[in-house]
Structure formats: C-alpha cells, structure tokens
C-alpha cells in the first residue's frame, strides 16, 4: 500500500457525494488509502461505520455551469482545488474528480503547476481497439489550436502513459491524420511530423482514425479540437448503432427471442465500448497524478478509478514523464541552438 | 427522363468495371439515361444484349496509388477527365465516378472549373442521425486548412444541398465544435462564426458531433481535415460497435439461437448505418454535378449512385448553388466596403 491517500473530490459529479463516497469506501475495503475533500458535515453522515476515511474539509463547490477559470480562482476552498493543493503540500498522491472538466485543469495548474519542459498539459484516455487491443490518444480537449512542439510533447506523455500505465514495452505513437501518404494533413500535422520524428519515442507517421482503432498503433497524438471531435464522434455513433441494431432486432418477429436472450450480451457491449469503463481520463504534464473521472460515474466508476489512479501513482507515472520530457528537450535541443 | 445522360468513369473503382458496367445497366433499365466512360473494347464486351448504353471512349486510366492532381493533368485522356469533359461539353449531366477521389476532384476543377464566388469546391455527405433523420456534413476532405469565408461558403452550400436533395424545407446550419458554450471552439472555428452568422442561411451556431447526430442540424460545416476525422471515426466505430456485440452474442450458449435470429438485423443494420447506402457524396462548388463514390461500390452502389446524381440533376442543384452564392456575397458586400 501507498502511504499517502488518493484525494477524491467527493463534491464534483452528476451523482456526488453518493456515488464518490460509496466508491470510495469500495477502494478502501480494496485496501487502497483515500481522503474524501468536501463538505465534512455532508460527507461524514454518508460514511457507513467501521470505514476509515479521512475527510480534508473545503467549504465551497464549483459547479458544472460556471467558468472553469474564474470560479477556481475566486474558491480558494473549492473541493476540486483542495483536493489538488493536498497533493501539491504532499498530504495526497493523486486527485481525482468527477465535476466540471475545467476546473479540475485549472486547478491543477494553480495548485500543481507544469511539470518542466512541458508547454501544455493534455488529456489523455484510453479507446477500444477492434483487435482487443487498447489505444490512447491525447490530447482530447485541454488545448484546441497546438504548435509542433506541443504535438510532440504530447507524443512522448503519452508513449510514457502506454508504457507504465498500460504495461506496453514498445508503444508505436502516430499523429492523427486524413491520410497516410505524402501531402496528406492539414498545415498543423505536417509541421508537427519532423518534430515529433526527433522525439525518443516509436513515431510512426501519420494514421487514419480507422487504422488507429485496428491496431496501427498504441498511441495517438492531435489536437484537443479534433481529438475532442473524434472521440465524441465515436460516443455518438457507437450509442447510435445500439440503437439502430436494437431497433432492427425488434422489427422482426422471430428475433423478439433472440432480443431476450441478448440482454446481457447488450450489457457486456456497453461496458467494452464506453470510454468510462476503462476508469476515466488523465491530465498528462502537471506536478501531480490528477484523474479526469466521467461527471455520470456510479460508485463502480467511482472505485475503477480511484484504482487507476493508485496504479498510476505506485508506476510512478508523473516522475517518469518528467524524465521522459527532459531527455526529450536534450534531444532536440542541437538541433535548435 | 432528363435528355442528356449521366457520365459514369466506367473504370474507377474497386470492383470495375463489372460494378459499374453492371450498376449502369440497371439504371438504364430502371429509364435512366447513362453513358460510360472508359476503354470501349473491355466496356462492350460487359454489356448484355439488348441493353441501350452509349460509350465515349477513354484510353487512360489514374490509379488509385497515383498522385491525383499530377496524374489528371497528364492524362488529358483518363476516363475520370474525359467524363468530366463531357459535362464541360454539355454531352452529359452529371459525372460520377467510383476511383481515386482527389483525381475526381482535380478532373472536376480543370475541366469544369469552380462556380462564380465559390473560393473552394467541398465534399458533402449525408449520415444518419439517431433520430432516423439525416444529417449532411461538409467538407470531408478536399480542403484541410480553410478561412471563415470558405466555412461560410459550406454553409451555404450545404443548406441548398439539404433543401434540395434531401427535400428539407428549413435546414438549420451548425458549425463542428468542442463545445456549445461562449469561448469553445479552436482558432478557425470561433472566427467563422460570424461570418456565417451573415449568411442567408439558418444558422444555429457551434454543435458537438453528438448534438449533431441527435437531430441538433441538418447541416453540419468544417473543414476536411476534421470532417475527415470525423467521418472516419464514426465509420469505425460502428464496425468495432458491430463486431463486439457479435462476440458478445457468440459467447454465450443461450444467444447463439439468437445470433441466428439476428442475421437479417444485421444486414439491415449495416445497411442503416453506413454512408455508402445513401448512395456517396457530392462534390459541391463546381460547375456541374459531381458524385464522389465509395471506391467499395458493388453494382447495387453504382445504381444508386446514378440515381442520386439523376437527381440532383433534376433538381438543378448546381444552378441553385450558383444563385445561393450569389446571394450571399450580395448580403455581405456591403459590410465588407
């Protein structure tokens, strides 16, 4: 066991502080140290007896609607960037947070701040692959408009991320792209190419989003926009074929039976296609573990992250980028002066 | 029956020219006037008696693995170019063509050139959204970097697409984004959308792809690069979505009857849900009607491929795609003077 607790922001989700305490209670009969940041009144009277849970107490909350920015500057005493400052003070080795996106970003650069050498955090999470292989890809949202260098930082967070989180030995990174030969890739691909090529790291080139999800490679790096874009698109189009498959199923006859019995078959579908089941997403370049959990995770989703977290923290993933990030400059730095 | 046929590339595609010499005969039987375009010799000897298809004949051919743009110029007689020329000429409605989709793109650019006011010619295509309604999306390829005035452009042409083809009467426009909310959106996209909130269009500002999917727009405009992603993401998605709950099915011995049940759900299912059935997309901006088919396309594609054109074609969508610009560029003169 860790010494120091995973702090969870038990104040942030859709179904807080229900399923974040509950959750957490299941981590810590896993046998995994966790401190509850919220309201304590609130908190405490959720804990069931004989759980031993600390509580770090912070008075305010940032909601899903507000301003990222502003609001966690203006709460010093929000849950979200309590939680971060215990592990900025040492009192906590990761956070995790299931509310506003945003303010979890923003309060773990206030609190954390930048590991050096990195320009731009980034979120990285883990996809399906069709192969049953598991590809990530960064960055899905922190960072819209990216230059080279932030391209190819990405590139080797998350080769690190591959590495240690997912136990890969030689992870192949790719760029995201329209296509695979020569000339393809909008201005900001084919300027990031010869940066990310310099980088200590399995570049492969650009891939295609169907050749990623195949199997050509186990990491994929873009821009927040359009890694925002394709990982929603997914999302949309694997809810949309449930649905269109469900429809088809019911229109005829002599398959009602066969629905029937495809229940659970439905059930195991939905839980290898969501994102969410592979426990939530990271924010990859600050001073710290910090996990970007679903705002709808149950307590399930709740304790399945707090263990990726932990595994995380034990892989000593934030230490290991930064090692990573500085061979990386000494790399290309000749090249540059 | 419109006077002047529909020129098929007879030679482009992966399965030609039995598909399209085949496709073409069906169309011609179902009353549609078709000429194809290719090496007469290899053309007559597929066409069954009794059929009535004229030939132009065409001695070259681009690969699919050559550079497109280089290749259309060299080969003044590649069938992809001749067919075009033949809109040019005025001896055919519309070209549609199954090969590489950049030598369709560039034939279409030498040989018909762009309609006034319209800066860059865009890919359109129609997806379906959860709601059983359909949702156009452009551009999907041909211009990866583009200004606010071409994502204007794509508003406006996509929204005649909509009323035209798609036979919708008010057409709401959104543009791709992260996010619905006020400083969402990269670079690009929060600097056209005040140009396109000048457009005579219905414009409803930034969507997420799955707002779009939802029933959100029936328009959705962004550049090739992400519209690429996009599409392409969706198109995997919904095969890995496939493919896992047919495993799922598989695994369990009380589903296997259902599996069996579910064979026809299936079908239907890949039928639904893939952008191929509603028959390719359109290359929309230059002067003549241009159907952009899946390189996959088997005789039944090829069909309603010919169908779709015939009736664009019908519904004069290029001539209305002219006034529309027009149009527009009237309602933002005075502003830009």
């Known amino acids: 066991m860790i010494d120091r607790p995973i702090a969870l922001d038990a104040m942030g989700g859709d179904h807080a502080p229900s399923a974040t305490v509950d959750g957490a209670c299941r981590a810590v009969r896993d046998g995994i140290n966790v401190v509850l940041v919220g309201d304590e009144k609130v908190l405490r009277r959720r804990i069931p007896k004989g759980v031993d849970i600390e509580i770090i107490h912070a008075s305010e909350v940032v909601g899903m609607d507000e301003a990222p920015s502003s609001a966690v500057r203006s709460k010093k005493d929000a849950s979200v960037r309590v939680a971060a400052r215990a592990v900025a003070e040492g009192r906590a080795s990761a956070v995790v947070s299931f509310g506003n996106t945003g303010a979890l970003m923003a309060a773990s650069l206030m609190e954390l701040g930048r590991i050096d050498g990195v320009e731009r955090p980034a979120v990285i999470a883990t996809l399906p692959r069709s192969d049953d292989g598991q590809v990530v890809i960064l960055d899905l949202g922190a ?3 990216c230059k080279p260098s932030h391209l190819a930082q990405f590139g080797v967070m998350g080769s690190v991320f591959a590495q240690n989180v997912l136990g890969l030995s030689q992870p192949r990174v790719g760029i995201l792209s329209n296509g695979e030969e020569e000339g393809k890739g909008n201005e900001q691909v084919r300027a990031a190419i010869p940066v990310l090529a310099k980088m200590p790291i399995q570049f492969v080139g650009p891939v295609e989003p169907a050749d990623a999800l195949r199997g050509g490679c186990e990491v994929v790096v873009c821009d927040g926009f359009v890694g925002n874009v394709m990982l929603k698109s997914m999302e ?9 498959l469900r429809e088809e199923i019911l229109r005829r006859p002599g398959a009602k039976l066969g629905a029937k019995l495809l229940t659970g078959a439905f059930q195991r ?4 296609t969501s994102a969410g089941a592979v426990g939530g997403a990271f924010l990859l370049g600050v001073k710290g573990t910090v996990l970007v959990g679903h705002g709808r995770a149950d307590e399930w989703a709740v304790n399945a992250a707090i ?8 892989q000593d993933l934030t230490g290991d980028i930064g090692n990573a990030i500085s061979v990386a400059l000494a790399a290309v730095e000749p090249t540059d002066t």
């Open 236 to 244: 949309a189009s694997i809810e949309i074929a449930g649905k269109v």
């Open 307 to 314: 263990h990726r977290a932990y595994v995380a923290v034990q």
């Open 143 to 145: 960072n819209v408009d």
């Open 269 to 272: 579908y939905r839980t290898r």
